[in-house]
């Protein structure tokens, strides 16, 4: 006896499969919760320096010897400093002098290192041991004992203090770069790009750089808070950003208003170099793909991972 149409059992219908995270999400993902924080603060950092001119309440270098070392007001929400220049309108304007020289740094960097770290990976033995061996040189000098150097040769400013640490940073980025790709270099992948007769820029240039991606702008964020505080340090000793133009490291050698105890003229440009620097910091590793560490994760976080792992 043979089943009829009704007899059959009814079956579900199969479930559509679940759609694949949007790339917001899986962005959101890695850069979990310490990443986004530190991407929203340095948005605003980069908003607020470029919209400087509309937010500014007054002139950087308007100075109002009536109003010296004022306090927190209604027209000087974070008071005054020596000369009666407004704080506020100074750390606004001072973002684009402390963020624009370790852009250039940066960047200085990356169009050196990359294309010396891709040969280097590509090409590998005595090409790699050059490159390696002048890495390892340049490595060795202390970035800012370049810039000290520059500064004495060419007297002081922003210009060759920006210099001198891009020659130094050019290892810095480079030697990663290098081990990443060589990493790339040995993939089954390159191997039939090369068997199909593409070059070596295409497949360096297309291929390799684009699967390394993730870890030089990791890198390259890190840098940039390392710039940003060799710059402010630089400009705080007098050698690269010259007073009065306004500038983070600049506003921090304010040794009058320490002597006086005014803290605010040096406190305020001081929690943002921090801050930037560990914004960078931390974006820079969860872009790379590395774990935050465990003093970057709230109290209730740390003691699940304890409790998990104790449990495992």
């Known amino acids: 006896m043979t089943a009829t149409p009704t007899d059959l059992p009814a079956t579900a219908p199969a479930s559509p499969p679940p759609a694949p995270p949007t790339r917001r999400a899986r962005l959101l993902t890695a850069l979990g919760p310490s ?42 929400l974070l008071g005054t400093d020596g ?20 852009a250039f740094v940066v960047a200085a960097a990356l169009l050196v290192g990359i294309p010396l770290a891709l040969a280097a990976a590509w090409f590998g033995g005595m090409v790699d041991a050059v490159i390696a061996r002048v890495f390892d ?34 290892p810095f980025l480079a030697r990663i770069v290098l081990a990443a790709a060589k990493q790339q270099r040995v993939g089954p992948y390159v191997d039939a790009l090369t068997v199909q007769g593409f070059g070596a820029v295409r497949i360096t240039v297309r291929h390799i750089l684009r ?3 993730p870890v030089v702008l990791g890198q390259a964020a890190i840098a940039f808070g390392y710039a940003l505080l060799d710059l402010a340090s630089l400009s705080y000793l007098g050698l690269a950003v010259q007073a ?8 921090v050698s304010d040794s009058n208003a320490l002597m006086g105890g005014y803290w605010l003229p040096i406190l305020a440009p001081g929690v943002l170099i921090v801050l930037c620097v560990l914004s ?24 699940r991972a304890i409790r998990s792992g104790a449990a495992s």
Do not use: C, K
């Open 244 to 251: 009065p133009t306004p500038d983070w490291g600049v506003m």
């Open 280 to 303: 960078l910091t931390v974006l820079g590793a969860r872009v790379s793909g590395e774990r935050p560490q465990p003093y970057l994760r709230p109290a209730g976080l740390r003691r």
């Open 137 to 170: 040189l340049v490595y060795a000098l202390p970035g800012l004992l370049l810039a000290v150097l520059a500064v004495a040769l060419f007297g002081p400013g922003l210009v060759p203090a920006v210099a001198a640490l891009s020659l130094a940073y050019i």
């Open 211 to 213: 699967n390394i991606a």
């Open 35 to 76: 990443g986004v924080a530190a991407a929203v603060f340095l948005t605003v950092v980069l908003t607020v320096a470029a919209a400087a001119p509309l937010l500014a309440p007054s002139a950087p270098d308007l100075p109002s010897l009536l109003d010296a070392y004022a306090g927190p007001s209604a027209a000087h």
């Open 83 to 102: 000369i009666g220049r407004d704080i506020l309108s100074r750390l606004l304007y001072g973002a684009r002098t402390s963020l624009l020289g370790p």
